[in-house]
């Protein structure tokens, strides 16, 4: 059983930073790709960056240039880093491994104006 634990979130104003982490429960962390997604009221849950096993990395086009996501497989910890943030961000973010579909409760991240 995988368990995920987002923190990190908060309110920032537009084109200030935000650190996303996602701590992982269980011996998968190291062995499985991660991925960070987000759903803004009304809309859609979507995916924001990915990263494998081996560190290799994929954007969304929105935050591409922006956001970076890494990890740390000895803290079995995933992060997304998140910079010149805009409103359009405000979404509440959720980390997520493939091996059992399993989602972490999510971190609200709010951008004013």
């Known amino acids: 059983q995988v368990q995920l634990m987002e923190s990190g979130g908060g309110l920032v104003q537009a084109g200030g930073s935000l650190r996303l982490s996602c701590a992982a429960s269980?011996?998968?962390?190291?062995?499985?790709?991660m991925d960070w997604y987000r759903q803004a009221p009304g809309k859609q849950r979507e995916l924001v960056a990915t990263?494998?096993?081996?560190?290799?990395?994929k954007y969304a086009d929105s935050v591409r240039g922006r956001f970076t996501i890494s990890r740390d497989n000895d803290r079995n910890t995933l992060y997304l880093q998140m910079n010149s943030l805009t409103p359009d961000d405000t979404a509440v973010y959720y980390c997520?491994?493939?091996?059992?579909?399993?989602w972490g409760q999510g971190t609200q991240v709010t951008v004013s104006s």
């Open positions: 997520h491994m493939l091996y059992g579909d399993s």
């Open positions: 269980g011996i998968h962390f190291r062995i499985n790709s």
């Open positions: 990263i494998t096993s081996l560190g290799g990395t």
